[in-house]
């Protein structure tokens, strides 16, 4: 069986949680029998990571272009993976015309129209109103999972926004967090830094991603002043990829606020500090600092939109400034405190992250549609009612650009 992974960009799991998210996918379809092809029209940089012992045929295409359907007529893949809604519109067209028979599956990572409609309430200040889903962005993403065949989502509450807001059905939707059950060597407590041989607090993050951005500067103007009232002395370390000349302008030595960029090993840094602090005003899906933060047995305080998705203790999910920074200094100087949230994050990790139930899950539906695909398909009208439209517009418009770039 023939897998093909389309890119929004190539997987860079030391850069991002989208990053390891979409290679943790791979892992799972190796593992299960599938031959891998990743291919993508972005860059490539330096950074990128395939999962280790995984065989995975890497290969470069071209947007808007016919030699994409030659290709893929040659590889024929009995499944085809989205990496974002992005990816879908730019290619599930020509999937559906070329290789009907294709499974077509889409990762959302996380929904954006989510992430995006957060964001605007913050820009605006309007915090107390509720989410206008009505825009552009809602409406693409929407779409295109009804065109896919089945989309993966990655937290709970935003398969039930899924479900009640916009009435998707059950049967194109599957619950599939973060699959960490391949990478459990640093679970050990005896691997792990205790308490008495860590320092301080730490966050980590893409700075190519808008939240964490938002998330730092929350700390540098209200949470971290907050911080150093009640700890004179405490040390901030903040670590993360893409991190431009305004980000390393926040480093401020006087007020123990280090911006360190990138780092190779994400766990190692992690198990130096005692705390991690995530004070994310806005986003979607699932946060892989936190995830990593369980995984390193390192306690964190975050908000409501940090915890999303995770079952956390609720006395570390704190939205106002003075009790996010009461509690993460009672974690930090506190050896029981710090003790029994480490124990439970580690916790919750195996039950949540490193259990395999849920890939089982996705395997067995996949197995079903794959062997049902033309039943399948008749259940969703909408669907093949937008990807009938899809295709007779975007056919076109692409076609347009094509030639247009050979007369360029």
């Keep these: 069986m023939k897998a093909l992974i389309i890119g929004h960009v190539w997987p860079e799991p030391g850069s991002s949680a989208a990053g390891a998210r979409i290679n943790e996918i791979m892992h799972l379809l190796f593992a299960n029998g599938w031959n891998l092809t990743f291919a993508s029209a972005s860059q490539r940089g330096e950074f990128v990571r395939f999962p280790s012992g995984v065989a995975v045929n890497e290969v470069q295409i071209e947007l808007n272009s016919s030699t994409f359907d030659v290709w893929l007529q040659e590889l024929k893949p009995d499944l085809v993976l989205f990496d974002r809604f992005m990816s879908e519109e730019q290619y599930g067209w020509r999937v559906a015309e070329k290789i009907p028979q294709a499974v077509r599956i889409l990762d959302t990572e996380d929904l954006h129209f989510l992430r995006h409609a957060r964001a605007k309430r913050i820009q605006n200040s309007l915090q107390d109103e509720e989410i206008d889903f009505f825009n552009s ?49 640093d679970l050990e407590k005896s691997a792990r830094p205790e308490f008495e041989h860590r320092r301080g607090y730490t966050m980590i993050g893409s700075f190519q991603h808008a939240p964490n951005r938002d998330a730092v500067l929350n700390l540098k103007d209200n949470i971290w002043p907050a911080i150093l009232k009640r700890q004179p002395d405490a040390e901030l370390h903040i670590y993360g990829s893409y991190m431009q000349a305004k980000d390393r302008q926040l480093h401020d030595v006087k007020s123990n606020f280090f911006m360190h960029g990138r780092v190779e ?7 130096k500090h005692r705390v991690m602090l995530a004070p994310l ?14 995984q390193c047995g390192t306690p964190f305080v975050t908000t409501d939109v940090g915890a999303e998705g995770i079952h956390c203790m609720p006395q570390s999910v704190l939205n106002d400034v003075d009790g996010f920074a009461q509690r993460a200094v009672t974690l930090h100087n506190q050896k029981k405190e710090w003790n029994d949230s480490s124990l439970e994050g580690s916790r919750v990790f195996r039950e949540q992250f ?9 395997l067995s539906v996949l197995s079903y549609i794959s062997a049902n695909i033309e039943k399948h398909r008749k259940k969703n009208f909408t669907g093949a009612m937008l990807m009938h439209h899809r295709m007779q517009s975007t056919r076109f418009l692409s076609k347009w650009i094509e030639e247009k770039n050979k007369k360029g």
């Design 281 to 294: 005003r806005f986003g979607a899906g699932l946060k892989g600092k936190l995830v990593d933060a369980m």
């Design 137 to 185: 962005d809602a409406f693409r993403e929407i779409a295109a999972i009804y065109r896919s065949d089945l989309s993966l989502i990655i937290s709970n509450p935003e398969l039930e926004i899924l479900k009640n807001t916009f009435n998707i059905p059950n049967d194109l939707l599957v619950y599939l967090p973060f699959c960490r059950r391949f990478q459990l060597h």
């Design 265 to 271: 090993d994400a766990f190692a840094a992690i198990q």
């Design 354 to 362: 490193a259990d395999a139930t849920l890939q089982t899950e996705f």
